[in-house]
């Protein structure tokens, strides 16, 4: 029903940016909220930055000053621009959305496959 496809992921010297993106594709009606989270390896999946349909950002402590989230005017396309970028931010980066899909009365959930962003020292 609700398709997300992150991109932008890769190898990253500290320092550097990257730009992540998220494109949602389905039959779908409204997108409210959207983010971007991550999970390295044995650590548990952690929100990184969100965007309500109103706008409001809301950013973990690590990455404040740092990170950028945004969407386009459709609303159906996320954005995650990482600057100054730390070995630390080294993760799996998963999009997320609330959307409402066409036919139904549901919000729901949906996930991306992931993409690896990977900072080297």
């Known amino acids: 029903q609700v398709r997300l496809v992150e991109s932008g992921g890769g190898l990253v010297q500290a320092g550097g940016s990257l730009r992540l993106s998220c494109a949602a594709s389905?039959?779908?009606?409204?997108?409210?909220?959207a983010g971007w989270y991550r999970q390295a390896p044995g650590n548990q999946r952690e929100l990184v930055a969100a965007?309500?349909?109103?706008?409001?950002?809301n950013y973990a402590d690590s990455v404040k000053g740092r990170f950028t989230i945004s969407r386009d005017n459709a609303g159906n396309t996320v954005y995650l621009q990482m600057n100054s970028l730390k070995p630390e931010d080294t993760a799996v980066y998963y999009c997320?959305?609330?959307?409402?899909?066409?036919?139904?009365?549901?919000?729901?959930?949906?996930w991306g496959q992931g993409t690896q962003v990977t900072v080297s020292s």
């Open positions: 965007i309500a349909s109103g706008g409001n950002l």
């Open positions: 997320n959305a609330e959307a409402l899909t066409y036919g139904s009365s549901h919000w729901r959930d949906y």
């Open positions: 389905g039959s779908i009606f409204r997108i409210n909220a």
